[in-house]
């Protein structure tokens, strides 16, 4: 069974860009979500996607937006990089049926390192 | 609004001591609750869960934990630690094991150290 991977691992950018993240879901797996973890934090939930749709976000403006493809894998973007984006980028994937509720826990990728100069 | 607090951010153990990791949750219904371990430079990995049943859930790698609903507590513990334990731990609560559109909420984490 194949895990969750992320490209890049590591990301650096200056203030005013833009970036794209990218994650593959583990096989079978349907959802991704995607977390932002800070230096010292632990990760804060950005957004979900199911069925190519995001349906649940978490307390991130809009410059933060995401895309799911047919084959369960997605996208993260940030336009307008702050510094304070510079965080480690954690994707999970899970099987969700229905609404998108999951009974299955979320697997994790290693993560993208975003360092914003 | 749930939360989740772990009020050790360091913990020193020695190597073959037992080990107790803290964690309070904040939340409006009955949540999943996850214990997540993180070693430097990698990914978030399951050491456990719990949504109903028996209050003590053994996890992998030795690790165990107690749901205490009167307490808002589910600690993490394990009897003899070992020096690869040493790691990053993280409570999380959410309210579907897969988290949902609302996502897990995690605590901030506990940094343990393992003393030779």
């Known amino acids: 069974e194949t895990g969750v991977t992320q490209s890049p691992t590591h990301l650096i950018k200056t203030r005013g860009q833009q970036v794209t993240l990218r994650c593959s879901s583990q096989?079978?797996?349907?959802?991704v979500s995607w977390y932002q973890q800070a230096l010292g934090q632990g990760p804060q939930f950005i957004f979900q996607y199911y069925r190519e749709e995001e349906n649940g976000r978490g307390n991130f403006p809009p410059r933060f937006s995401g895309l799911q493809f047919p084959n369960y894998s997605s996208e993260l973007n940030v336009n307008a990089l702050e510094l304070d984006d510079s965080a480690l980028y954690l994707c999970?994937?899970?099987?969700?049926?229905?609404?998108?509720?999951?009974?299955?826990?979320?697997?994790f990728g290693d993560g993208t390192r975003l360092s914003i100069l | 609004a749930q939360s989740v607090t772990q009020p050790d951010i360091h913990i020193t153990v020695s190597e073959g001591a037992s080990l107790e990791l803290r964690c309070n949750y904040s939340?409006?219904?009955?949540?999943?609750l996850f214990w997540y371990v993180q070693s430097p430079g990698q990914g978030l990995q399951l050491l456990l869960k719990y949504f109903s049943g028996d209050t003590l859930v053994q996890g992998i790698k030795g690790f165990e934990a107690e749901f205490k609903r009167s307490q808002s507590s589910f600690n993490l513990r394990k009897p003899s630690v070992h020096w690869s334990d040493a790691a990053e731990y993280f409570c999380?609560?959410?309210?579907?094991?897969?988290?949902?559109?609302?996502?897990?909420?995690f605590g901030k984490g506990t940094h343990l150290i393992i003393q030779p």
């Open positions: 999380a609560v959410g309210p579907y094991s897969g988290g949902g559109a609302d996502g897990l909420t």
């Open positions: 096989s079978g797996h349907n959802t």
């Open positions: 999970a994937s899970s099987l969700a049926v229905g609404d998108g509720r999951s009974n299955q826990p979320q697997h």
């Open positions: 939340y409006g219904a009955t949540p999943y």
